[in-house]
């Protein structure tokens, strides 16, 4: 095995070695630094800069903020925990019951998916009419008074599948709309 002389071995860092062959550094002088720079490392020394010092201190105030934001989010929910399971519960009992014959197809949405319910025709018309809304909790989905569809609606949106608004149907037509002279029926089953 051949050795190398510590004369022989290439320096990782090239300026270094330029200052050590023009003789402007000595080799303990190059170790020195080395070990110095990797001490500082080590220790995450301080530059002392003012900058620093405000910004770790921001961090400092920015982290208090969010847990205590974090904190009173967690005690809102808790107390709205016992509203939601009181209308669960609700729901649940005062769901219409629709026959197993029902051939009338009703489509809503929730999110961003489409979802299908089959009805008869007394419900569809109550449905359009505003007088029963659809929740949708655990796949399951419930054709409910309107009312109890607004409380769900307020405080879980993203259980309210169908609820007939009064603002939603009186729709202003653009001046320059080219299907302005077409209305769409509200009953149209797509």
């Known amino acids: 095995m051949l050795a190398i002389k510590d004369s022989e071995k ?7 070695e330029q200052l050590l062959k023009a003789g402007l550094v000595s080799k ?14 080590k ?3 301080d530059d002392g800069s003012e900058a620093l010092k405000q910004e770790i201190a921001a961090k400092k105030l920015a982290q208090i903020a969010k847990d205590k934001a974090l904190n009173e989010q967690r005690f809102a ?6 509203q939601v399971r009181g209308l669960i519960t609700e729901f649940k009992r005062l769901a219409v019951d629709v026959p197993k014959g029902a051939e009338v197809k009703f489509n809503y949405t929730l999110g ?20 029963l809304g659809i929740v949708r909790y655990e796949e399951t989905s419930y054709l409910v ?3 109890l569809a607004e409380r769900v609606h307020l405080l879980v949106p993203e259980w309210c599948g169908y609820l007939w608004q009064q603002d939603a149907q009186a ?6 709309d080219p299907y302005a002279d077409y209305v769409i029926p509200d009953d149209l089953m797509w």
């Open 145 to 147: 008074p309107h009312k």
């Open 171 to 176: 729709e202003t037509v653009a001046e320059d």
């Open 77 to 82: 929910q808790a107390t709205e925990k016992g």
């Open 28 to 41: 303990q002088k190059v170790r020195d630094t080395k070990t110095q720079k990797r001490r500082d490392r």
């Open 43 to 45: 220790a995450k020394v």
């Open 112 to 131: 961003t998916k489409i979802y299908s319910v089959y009805i008869t025709d007394k419900l569809q018309s109550q449905l359009l009419n505003g007088q």
């Open 10 to 16: 290439p320096m990782a860092n090239p300026f270094q």
